[in-house]
T-cell receptor
């Protein structure tokens, strides 16, 4: 069974401080991992996918297979980063369904 | 940028009534999904739809639920006899081959009273 764990429900940091949102996964195969962001009252938006190894809005995430982690990081948080962040795993099945973590509400304080 | 469109944005219904939630996925996408999020809980998979049939469904997706793609553009989720615990935000999503990462709709908030 696949599982995604985000241990922090709430995370507050000051503007300009580094931020790390933790994500651990459990999956027997080779996972596809994503970070989705949900700004207040808006839709879920794809932020990052591990396969692309990209940086979006200053965020990066590295897949660590040894630690089964996919933590989201940003060196200098901005107030507009305040949102709900979900880590998600796509299994290798043909249906490509996502398993979500429970989410972390990030608040960036001025 | 193409969007997944969901209607209505909010629906209130009485317990036992049927509801139909509507979604227009991105036109060239091939895989369609419904997810739901009960207030304060995680986003949960309900069902995936590919090639005009259900490809996967979760244990939440019982006989009260059904999906259809009646006209090649709309993708609907029907709940036949709503229960209080069906109150949630329902998200539609679509994706196509060779692309990683869904496009989600803005959701329908269903309130069963």
């Amino acid at each position: 069974a696949q599982r995604v764990t985000q241990p922090e429900k709430l995370l507050s940091v000051f503007k300009g401080a580094p931020v790390e949102l933790k994500c651990n996964y459990s999956y027997s195969g080779s996972p596809e991992l994503f970070w989705y962001v949900q700004y207040s009252r808006q839709r879920l938006q794809l932020l990052l996918r591990h396969i692309s190894r990209e940086s979006i809005k200053g965020f990066t995430a590295d897949l660590n297979k040894g630690e089964t982690s996919f933590h989201l990081k940003k060196p200098f948080a901005q107030e507009e980063d305040s949102a709900m962040y979900y880590c998600a795993l796509e299994g290798s099945g043909s249906a490509r369904q996502l398993t979500f973590g429970s989410g972390t509400q990030l608040t960036v304080l001025p | 940028e193409p969007e997944v469109t969901q209607t209505p944005s909010h629906q209130v219904t009485q317990m036992g009534q049927e509801v139909i939630l509507r979604c227009v996925p991105i036109s060239n996408h091939l895989y369609f999904y419904w997810y739901r999020q009960i207030l304060g809980q995680k986003v949960e998979f309900l069902v995936s739809f590919y090639n005009n049939e259900i490809s996967e469904k979760s244990e939440i997706f019982d006989d009260q639920f059904s999906v259809e793609r009646p006209d090649g553009s709309n993708f609907t989720l029907k709940i036949r006899s709503t229960k209080l615990e069906d109150s949630a935000m329902y998200f539609c999503a679509s994706i196509t081959t060779g692309v990683y990462g869904y496009t989600f709709g803005s959701g329908t908030r269903l309130t069963v009273v």
